[in-house]
T-cell receptor, first 116, second 112 residues
């Protein structure tokens, strides 16, 4: 099983709403990532969790709050977003933090988020 | 600063032709170079990857050519098919790092 599952697939939220994106993998991967992707652009790294600890936060606004409850789950909590935050949010996982070995990253199908 | 430069931005190829996408990097610490294929509305899927100890890797119709001295690598898609129409991203990572650096993407259209 090389699947990274993201829910929901689509999300429309108002600027005052609070919502969460979920990501799950059962490959035993200990590194999990959140990326943001705008149309026709490459994925932009937001957060990296390594062994359930936040290891990289790429200067992401505090209205995005990641959480890694266990080695299989990754959440992204959203609050007071802006219309420019509308994008495809991608979760990925890899076998080990990249310091130890180069391993492939598997991406989920993404959550298409629209902020109105 | 873009760590990995990718060209062309878009590419149109006839069915059966060869599609070639090029990437270049500066950081010699990079030691893993994957290519991802992405269809509209989907997440990127790993297509093929190479490490700098080899100059070429082939999987089916997809080949990566790697030139360590020039710090360049390219994806060749032989016998291109309409189903190959997608956006392709090259990427690079380093053992000492904790993230992938993506190229800017190439939109490939294969016309019947």
């Amino acid at each position: 099983d090389t699947e990274v599952t993201q829910t929901p697939k689509h999300l429309v939220m108002g600027m005052t709403n609070k919502k969460s994106l979920k990501c799950e993998q059962h490959m035993g991967h200990r590194a999990m990532y959140w990326y943001k992707q705008k149309a026709k652009k490459p994925p932009e790294l937001m957060f990296v969790y390594s062994y359930e600890k936040l290891s990289i936060n790429e200067s992401v606004p505090s209205r995005f709050s990641p959480e890694c409850p266990n080695s299989s789950l990754l959440n992204l909590h959203l609050h007071a977003l802006q219309p420019e935050d509308s994008a495809l949010y991608l979760c990925a996982s890899s076998q080990a933090p990249l310091q130890r070995m180069n391993t492939e990253a598997f991406f989920g199908q993404g959550t298409r988020l629209t902020v109105v | 600063q873009q760590q990995v430069k990718q060209s062309p931005q878009s590419l149109i190829v006839q069915k059966g032709g060869i599609s070639i996408i090029n990437c270049a990097y500066e950081n010699t610490a990079f030691d893993y170079f994957p290519w991802y294929q992405q269809f509209p509305g989907k997440g990127p899927a790993l297509l093929i990857a190479i490490r700098p100890d080899v100059s070429e890797k082939k999987e089916g119709r997809f080949t990566i050519s790697f030139n360590k001295s020039a710090k360049q690598f390219s994806l060749h898609i032989m016998d291109s098919q309409p189903g190959d129409s997608a956006t392709y991203f090259c990427a690079a990572s380093m053992s000492a790092g904790n993230q992938f650096y993506f190229g800017t993407g190439t939109s490939l259209t294969v016309i019947p």
